[in-house]
């Protein structure tokens, strides 16, 4: 009988599905991650996906359903962290391979450290004879010195003694394989591997991307104690050094291998051979690699952490866990954006979406310097939004749906329905809205931190050319005297032309209008606020003279918005469409998040029906305060309020299928907004997004970044009403009886490491000591208290 | 007769010497820069440096008086600037090719116009039959596009018709053969070109460094006025695009080329040749291309101009749009340090130095984000410094005297002495306190921006790192019971050894053992102001102990500091060296800058004199403010006052030569800080560095960038007697006859764009409308005034 079991820690958490273990097992630095729980052993090592280094794509053409596909992925880099073991008794023939698939395995146990960033695992293996093999595996990347990562593998006999033979392989021949409806498409993206070993048993593997021709090498020490030699085997693609240690029954042998990864990216400029080489030379051991490597963690920890109790707290810390070993401090020194799924698999193949829109006010104020750099991997692919906007026939920037390192739209073109088996067309580029988003990022960022460098150079670049591409992409309707913006998708994707309508897209989708709108007014405000010389340089470059000036100013208070009974309509025509039978598909189907695979299946579509993906209209909700937003419908000459907003959240609540992990995380912020006691409900469904796979399947496939990014900021921001500005720390705490109490640190004005502790009618905020001035804190009721650096005071609510 | 002008404007200034021209006409945009001041034409172009650029160095081996030399040198890349025309009349053979050199040339006038960074010349040739052709030649290395220069030349026929014929050239057969010293090291950098053109008519050319193998491509679209298309011709290292155009009397035609510049260091990671490809196939026309580069230049100048009137206003703007083109905005998104001679020639082959120790209060005051990066270029060099340590049997890291892209040591063992012919040893490597001159970077740094965030990330692994190597580097000697510090070289490089001594280095370098001790004090402020789990990490990265904290407290209270005459010693046993006859030598040789090779032809040595090159012990009286120095002293148990000081300075300027051409430039910034009237007579001298190439001929060679960036930071920051930090902006003016009123802007205390005027006993601080708080400003007499945001104050001094 074999029994597994798998947790992290910090404490404890126990899910029950296996299938989690490969992408929740991630481990991360911000520069690369590296996947898988077990020490592995596999004939067939491709099976094992390795490593992958964040902003390293490779363009490959693929052809789908007999359509020519060019696509930037994400790399799936050599595997470092194989091995494979085996028995060699004294007394007997040698064992089989021993893996955790083999017959022989009678316990494993596998569990993630979140505090410090280390995975372990324990395999008991006992073959017919008695004989038993104790396998104990530590693995990290490491948050210290980020071209490293290590790990350790200890083997114990019982019952035996003779030798173990480890084999310590670094395989190149690895290929993009993680994700199961991808294997259509081309995934080889490694060539021109070369392979070797140094005089002081370093193996090395040296390969290239295709396209772009990134150089990656990879160089491994492996030592083993006791100390013995290898015996050296090289392949094209990759290494094998095998050794041979005695062991004795109840006596311990140990393999440890560090890895040092460089390429063509990094900075210094270097070969990556030599450099890799250097680094793995000079690395600690083990021991000290992970003291280190967990000193760096605390660290993160004590500059990111929110201290909420039981189970969601758990879940809270998995979730800052995964985002900081995604995105870390280290990440700032990369050109290297907001991957959907993380660095944790290959769905949506590593792409870069709008997410950013959910991880930047979390960064912001914690890492800021992180947010920023994320801002500029955005400005550095301006020239290719503006690019893109050029060959639409657009003037300004056109940010892509899905980009890669290129900065050019990814998105497929076609896409599988797995329950029809059919291919069709997908229109999900439509979504222009994702320029929106960028800029709303960079004027956010630059309130919350106060850094107006980064606003009047690169932001500005971009938030003026996206402002720009607004008043570019309307047309001047006579009829209602009004701007409209034609033929898009809204953030719900279900809805991507009107039934019976061949051209694709819908128009008017409110929050397309009203984001445009908003980008259009900042634009404007940001050219009152720029120094006259940046300001003259801009318009120079732009070619913006008055007169498309004196239109941004008119298409941001004549955009159209449209309504239907007394709600906003997602889009111009929705309220015309049918209602489902919600109550019947449930009963049918059970799980309904794919309502649109349903529908095509069955011969209809999901266009025809008052039903949403996920949050579309809410999503200004999210975004807006509920006075901000109001004052964003009176700019354009509508009328918004608590009554029309409550009743539109109520109408989408409940036509909103939750197809997307984003979904219940929305529609938490949007009830904490209005300060609903039952804001928590979809805070805890949000939540159980990853650790219970709530999408069927796809965590396996890679993390939602967004998602977890979203709900640690739901709590700090969301719940706490939290917002970081140039007036000081506005805070109004919606009061949940779920969640009466939590703290968290954050930076606030100009200081670092403020602490805000939330009791029930009660909030702290210390500030630490420091030259700075005092923190101006605003409470409900516009109260303003200065807290001065170096002290904590309490306030009643 | 040919009359020959060349001058700068903004206003006009107009120097005599005609050598100049090759260095001061150097276009940057602080990615890359291109020297030359005429359209060229040459059979052999290799005479003409083309293009440098940023960051990009190539590692070499030469042989150099038989021994093998490794080094990294910074790039000459492709010229891409050579154009070749020659008079085609219609009655009468062909003329020759025109060249500056021709005996045609019957005037030429060159004008750099430093407002807009753009540089003008006009050539008039006319041959015996009276046959004429003005030339016209405008070019920008573009200060918006960071990838893009551009150059426009027009021709002018007088008394003859026929055709021009233009060779329009891209050439990649360059060589750094820029410093006729270094002849005899290996000077091509560049190899695996290929050319090729496209359809449009673009020309290419790609090509790769040796070692570390950056890709390097280089686009150029040439246009013609009349359209013509071109003859193509393509070699295996460039490529020749030749137009005939149909020229009558009195009737112009043109000829533009656009360049796009792209590396395998750039990002977003692209493919350099389809990068540069795009880039000029969306590059706008000429005359946009110059009304977008003088906008960036004019945005440039508003952020970062000093206005002071008369001769001494005209040098200051000079030497700061060099310093704005070496170190501009862009230069932030690249992995680059100070290059000593900037991006302006290949002297010092393009090494970085301690020269930053000059730039980076300028920066940080102006350009914060550009200082941030030049730091981090340190930050990521410091395993390289650790290493380097290691190697040496010391702890921490010990940066290099000259270093390059991989941060390693890259100072010539050997020099040349052409005075003698001789070939020496050269032992300025030991000029150890270099990396005293990193740390008090960051910390100053910190201190005028706040950027808290930086200093406790990077910038505290800097500092403590260097700390701890000076905490390793010291013997405790019994006798004083004091630590010294033995074997190095202080800044004045004329003192390697002590005469008759075999051993290089002297003992105690007052320099050096001072600013070694300030480093370990700052890094245990440092310690103590991290936050904890930051600082636990520190410690466990350093494994820094109880005990070797209290061994750095130790250290900096208790390190030797020389004294002879009641003045502080430059090194121990300064005071017993022989004195020097300067009148004698003055009186001999004329010019005694350079009294080491003098002395070493005559068979002597500058080590046997109390003879310094350069500022050394007074290094101290720039660094520090006379209080803080003093309290220095004191911490050390030394006693310093005005008067102590104000002998030592008397000393040393007597038994200074200022072979460098940052000593007058210290002994200005010395006298200011004793509010010395006679400090404007060093400023001025500093200010003739470049201008009137003092150093003879070494302008040629590439322009002293920290002397340039040091005079507007000595007028700044040392005349007003400026200090931007946590409590403020202190400002206590030298009142100089000579420069009674002078204005300029600076970020402090959040604020960008504070603008400060001085007059005789006034002074006024206007701060930018902004939701920031007030700016403290800080008066003489400790007497404080807040200014609040959108307010100009006047001040009574």
């Given at each position: 009988?074999?029994?597994?079991?798998w947790s992290w820690r910090y404490?404890r958490?126990?899910?029950?599905?296996?299938?989690?273990?490969?992408?929740l097992c991630t481990l991360g630095n911000?520069?690369?991650a590296t996947?898988g729980s077990?020490p592995?052993?596999?004939?067939?090592?491709?099976?094992?996906?390795?490593?992958?280094?964040?902003?390293?794509?490779?363009?490959?053409?693929?052809?789908?359903?007999?359509?020519?596909?060019?696509?930037?992925?994400?790399?799936?880099?050599?595997?470092?962290t194989?091995?494979?073991?085996?028995?060699?008794?004294?007394?007997?023939?040698?064992?089989?391979?021993?893996?955790?698939?083999?017959?022989?395995?009678?316990?494993?146990d596998v569990a993630l450290d979140v505090r410090s960033g280390v995975l372990t695992c324990r395999?008991?293996?006992?073959?017919?004879?008695?004989?038993?093999?104790?396998?104990g595996h530590t693995r990290m990347v490491h948050m210290g010195?980020?071209?490293l990562a290590a790990q350790c593998t200890?083997?114990?006999?019982?019952?035996?003694?003779?030798?173990?033979?480890?084999?310590?392989?670094?395989?190149?021949?690895?290929?993009?394989?993680?994700?199961?409806?991808?294997?259509?498409?081309?995934?080889?993206?490694?060539?021109?591997?070369?392979?070797?070993?140094?005089?002081?048993?370093?193996?090395?593997?040296?390969?290239?991307?295709?396209?772009?021709?990134?150089?990656?090498?990879?160089?491994?020490?492996?030592?083993?104690?006791?100390?013995?030699?290898?015996?050296?085997?090289?392949?094209?693609?990759?290494?094998?050094?095998?050794?041979?240690?005695?062991?004795?029954?109840?006596?311990?042998?140990?393999?440890a291998?560090?890895?040092?990864?460089?390429?063509?990216?990094?900075?210094?400029?270097?070969?990556?051979?030599?450099?890799?080489?250097?680094?793995?030379?000079?690395?600690?051991?083990f021991p000290q690699l992970l003291a280190t490597h967990e000193a760096a963690w605390q660290?993160l920890w004590?500059?990111?952490?929110?201290?909420?109790?039981?189970?969601?707290?758990?879940?809270?810390r998995l979730?800052?866990f995964?985002?900081l070993q995604?995105?870390?401090?280290?990440?700032?020194?990369?050109?290297?954006?907001?991957?959907?799924?993380?660095?944790?698999?290959?769905?949506?193949?590593?792409?870069?979406?709008?997410?950013?829109?959910?991880?930047?006010?979390?960064?912001?104020?914690?890492?800021?310097?992180?947010?920023?750099?994320?801002?500029?991997?955005?400005?550095?692919?301006?020239?290719?939004?503006?690019?893109?906007?050029?060959?639409?026939?657009?003037?300004?920037?056109?940010?892509?749906?899905?980009?890669?390192?290129?900065?050019?739209?990814?998105?497929?073109?076609?896409?599988?329905?797995?329950?029809?088996?059919?291919?069709?067309?997908?229109?999900?580029?439509?979504?222009?809205?994702?320029?929106?988003?960028?800029?709303?990022?960079?004027?956010?960022?630059?309130?919350?931190?106060?850094?107006?460098?980064?606003?009047?150079?690169?932001?500005?670049?971009?938030?003026?050319?996206?402002?720009?591409?607004?008043?570019?992409?309307?047309?001047?309707?006579?009829?209602?005297?009004?701007?409209?913006?034609?033929?898009?998708?809204?953030?719900?994707?279900?809805?991507?032309?009107?039934?019976?309508?061949?051209?694709?897209?819908?128009?008017?989708?409110?929050?397309?209008?009203?984001?445009?709108?908003?980008?259009?007014?900042?634009?404007?405000?940001?050219?009152?606020?720029?120094?006259?010389?940046?300001?003259?340089?801009?318009?120079?470059?732009?070619?913006?003279?008055?007169?498309?000036?004196?239109?941004?100013?008119?298409?941001?208070?004549?955009?159209?918005?449209?309504?239907?009974?007394?709600?906003?309509?997602?889009?111009?025509?929705?309220?015309?469409?049918?209602?489902?039978?919600?109550?019947?598909?449930?009963?049918?189907?059970?799980?309904?998040?794919?309502?649109?695979?349903?529908?095509?299946?069955?011969?209809?579509?999901?266009?025809?029906?008052?039903?949403?993906?996920?949050?579309?209209?809410?999503?200004?909700?999210?975004?807006?305060?509920?006075?901000?937003?109001?004052?964003?419908?009176?700019?354009?000459?509508?009328?918004?309020?608590?009554?029309?907003?409550?009743?539109?959240?109520?109408?989408?609540?409940?036509?909103?299928?939750?197809?997307?992990?984003?979904?219940?995380?929305?529609?938490?912020?949007?009830?904490?907004?209005?300060?609903?006691?039952?804001?928590?409900?979809?805070?805890?469904?949000?939540?159980?997004?990853?650790?219970?796979?709530?999408?069927?399947?796809?965590?396996?496939?890679?993390?939602?970044?967004?998602?977890?990014?979203?709900?640690?900021?739901?709590?700090?921001?969301?719940?706490?009403?939290?917002?970081?500005?140039?007036?000081?720390?506005?805070?109004?705490?919606?009061?949940?009886?779920?969640?009466?109490?939590?703290?968290?640190?954050?930076?606030?004005?100009?200081?670092?490491?403020?602490?805000?502790?939330?009791?029930?009618?009660?909030?702290?905020?210390?500030?630490?000591?420091?030259?700075?001035?005092?923190?101006?804190?605003?409470?409900?009721?516009?109260?303003?208290?200065?807290?001065?650096?170096?002290?904590?005071?309490?306030?009643?609510?």
């Open positions: 009988m074999t029994t597994s079991s404490d958490y126990e899910p029950d599905r296996e299938r989690l273990v490969e992408a911000g520069r690369f996947r077990a592995e052993c596999t004939a067939d090592s491709t099976h094992y996906p390795g490593t992958y280094l964040a902003g390293c794509y490779d363009r490959r053409t693929s052809v789908v359903a007999g359509e020519r596909v060019d696509n930037e992925d994400l790399v799936n880099l050599p595997n470092w194989l091995l494979r073991y085996r028995c060699l008794p004294d007394d007997g023939p040698p064992g089989g391979w021993l893996t955790p698939d083999s017959e022989d395995l009678r316990h494993s395999l008991l293996f006992r073959d017919g004879r008695g004989f038993g093999l104790r396998v010195a980020p071209w200890t083997f114990r006999a019982y019952g035996w003694s003779g030798a173990v033979e480890v084999e310590s392989v670094l395989d190149g021949a690895v290929t993009n394989a993680g994700v199961e409806r991808y294997q259509h498409l081309e995934g080889r993206h490694l060539t021109e591997h070369r392979t070797g070993f140094e005089a002081d048993g370093v193996a090395w593997l040296t390969c290239r991307t295709v396209d772009p021709g990134t150089r990656i090498a990879l160089a491994v020490r492996t030592v083993t104690r006791p100390a013995r030699p290898a015996l050296e085997a090289a392949t094209r693609t990759g290494t094998v050094q095998t050794y041979r240690l005695p062991i004795a029954p109840r006596r311990s042998v140990m393999v291998k560090t890895l040092a990864l460089r390429t063509s990216m990094d900075r210094p400029a270097a070969d990556p051979l030599t450099a890799a080489g250097d680094d793995v030379a000079r690395a600690p051991t660290r004590e500059q990111g952490e929110l201290h909420v109790p039981g189970e969601a707290g758990r879940i809270l979730h800052l995964h985002l995604t995105l870390s401090p280290h990440t700032a020194e990369l050109d290297v954006g907001v991957p959907a799924r993380g660095l944790h698999g290959e769905a949506y193949r590593g792409h870069v979406f709008w997410d950013e829109l959910f991880v930047l006010p979390y960064l912001s104020l914690h890492f800021p310097e992180v947010a920023q750099s994320l801002l500029r991997y955005r400005h550095r692919r301006l020239p290719a939004a503006r690019a893109a906007a050029r060959r639409a026939g657009r003037i300004g920037a056109m940010y892509p749906w899905q980009s890669a390192s290129s900065g050019q739209e990814e998105t497929q073109e076609l896409h599988l329905n797995p329950r029809s088996g059919r291919w069709l067309p997908d229109h999900s580029r439509l979504q222009r809205h994702v320029g929106s988003a960028v800029a709303y990022n960079v004027w956010r960022y630059a309130r919350s931190t106060g850094d107006r460098g980064f606003l009047h150079s690169a932001g500005a670049e971009v938030l003026l050319e996206v402002a720009r591409y607004w008043a570019g992409a309307v047309t001047f309707d006579p009829a209602p005297r009004r701007y409209r913006i034609r033929g898009v998708v809204g953030p719900d994707e279900y809805h991507d032309a009107y039934p019976g309508v061949t051209a694709p897209g819908i128009d008017d989708n409110a929050y397309t209008n009203l984001t445009a709108a908003w980008v259009l007014a900042r634009g404007l405000d940001l050219l009152g606020e720029l120094p006259a010389a940046r300001r003259a340089e801009l318009r120079e470059q732009l070619l913006l003279d008055d007169e498309e000036l004196a239109r941004w100013e008119d298409v941001s208070r004549r955009l159209y918005v449209p309504f239907h009974r007394d709600v906003v309509s997602q889009f111009e025509g929705y309220g015309d469409l049918a209602e489902l039978d919600w109550e019947a598909y449930r009963a049918r189907y059970g799980d309904i998040r794919r309502l649109d695979r349903i529908l095509e299946a069955e011969g209809d579509t999901v266009n025809r029906y008052q039903a949403s993906k996920q949050a579309d209209t809410l999503m200004l909700g999210y975004l807006f305060r509920p006075q901000e937003l109001y004052a964003l419908f009176a700019r354009l000459g509508y009328r918004m309020d608590d009554e029309t907003w409550r009743a539109t959240v109520a109408y989408y609540l409940r036509r909103t299928s939750h197809g997307s992990t984003l979904s219940s995380l929305v529609h938490g912020w949007v009830l904490a907004r209005q300060k609903g006691a039952d804001a928590w409900r979809y805070c805890e469904e949000a939540l159980l997004g990853d650790v219970a796979d709530v999408q069927g399947g796809t965590t396996g496939e890679g993390i939602h970044l967004g998602a977890m990014a979203g709900t640690i900021d739901l709590v700090e921001r969301g719940i706490t009403g939290l917002e970081a500005g140039p007036e000081g720390l506005r805070v109004e705490p919606v009061a949940l009886r779920e969640l009466p109490r939590f703290a968290f640190t954050l930076c606030a004005g100009g200081h670092r490491g403020v602490r805000v502790r939330v009791l029930p009618g009660r909030l702290a905020v210390r500030v630490p000591a420091s030259p700075q001035g005092a923190l101006t804190v605003v409470l409900p009721g516009d109260r303003r208290f200065a807290v001065a650096a170096g002290e904590e005071r309490w306030f009643r609510l």
